[in-house]
């Protein structure tokens, strides 16, 4: 759940751009250090990649855990995470990174939480994922009322006509979910062409879905919006044999997948390599110190984009910011297994 939008600015030792594995491993690394942390992200959930690209495909290589899809990879790190209570912000780009004379940071987002960061790690991935949009006039206005790009939660749409586009695993989840609810009084899978890719048996459930009448499909575009008194009744969807008819809807929910974008890091000032944000890897710090880049987002030789590199990355880039911030407590490498301190921290004791 994301935190509320506060008025003041938050304060915090450190503050997490990207909450994909990553952020949220470094959230956990930064907590354990006795830091107090914000993690802010653009999506409306955690995860990055692996809940935005191939949520329920499994991994193999994380260590100690043989197999788990990627939503599981995110609820285990958010579990994780949860002891050191890390505010989560989700829902909100990070726009602007401005260094302060005090030596702090003044992060922003927009309309969104304004923070104050004594630490700032970015772990932004391949960027701020971004969801495809129809390019039809007058389809911006209805977003978030009814149109909905990549929703997480149903609930709302169930019992209204729903029109979801995209041929892939994410708006054929959705389709199925809608058109097998009871409630359901029909739902519309629209898609250029009539060729879906998705699992055998996602694909199983679509085709019984048409046979019964439950779900429709139609293959074509929307070529235009009408809307009455504010709200939108019905799409215009151009087939393939250049016929136009006009589907009307409650909802549209477009599934045309997401696309990750530089976006304003571009624009920090900040040293880039092909996009990448160059490193020191004993400290994961880039060329401002204090802001450290981690997982899929910096570069150094030998980098390997692997969420297992992540957790390394974001282990030493911890210590390198609490060494920064607190030299004082600098000491002997403590262990979760045996020190009190670190267990106290986690919650395990008093
Ligand atoms: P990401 O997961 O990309 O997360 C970055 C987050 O930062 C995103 O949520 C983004 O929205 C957010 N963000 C970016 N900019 C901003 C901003 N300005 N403001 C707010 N938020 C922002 N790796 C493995 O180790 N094993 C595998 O089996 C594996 N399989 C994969 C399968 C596929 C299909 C793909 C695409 C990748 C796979 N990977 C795998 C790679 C792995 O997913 C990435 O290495 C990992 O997700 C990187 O994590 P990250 O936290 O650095 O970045």
Known sequence: MSAPVPAAPIDTDALVIGAGPVGLFQAFQ????????????????????????????????????????????????LRQTAPFQPGLHFGHEVQTLRPLDDGRFEIGTGAGPQFRARSVVIAAGVGAFTPRRIKVAGLEAHEQRQVFHHPDDLTPFVGQRVLVVGGDEAALQRAAALAEHPRSPGVTLLHRRDQFSAEAELLARIAALRTNGRLQ???????????????????????AQGVEAQQPLDVLIVCQGLSPRLGPLADWGLALERKLLPVDVATFETA??????????????????????????????????????????????????????????LGLTG
């Open 30 to 77: 930064l907590g354990l250090l006795g830091l107090s942390v914000q993690v802010v992200d653009v999506l409306p959930q955690a995860g990055g990649q692996c809940v935005a690209l191939y949520a329920d495909k499994p991994i193999y290589d994380i260590p100690g855990v043989p197999v788990c899809t990627g939503r599981e990879l995110t609820e285990r790190l």
């Open 288 to 345: 401002w110190p204090g802001v450290y880049a981690v997982g899929d987002i910096n570069t150094y030789p030998g980098k390997k984009k692997l969420i297992v590199c992540g957790f390394h990355e974001a282990t030493l880039a911890a210590h390198a910011a609490r060494d920064r911030l607190r030299p004082q407590e600098r000491g002997p490498l403590l262990y979760t297994t045996s020190s009190a301190l670190l267990q106290r921290r």
């Open 217 to 239: 499909v139609c293959i074509g575009q929307i070529t235009a919006a009408h809307a009455q008194s504010d709200r939108l009744e019905a799409v215009t969807v151009l087939n």
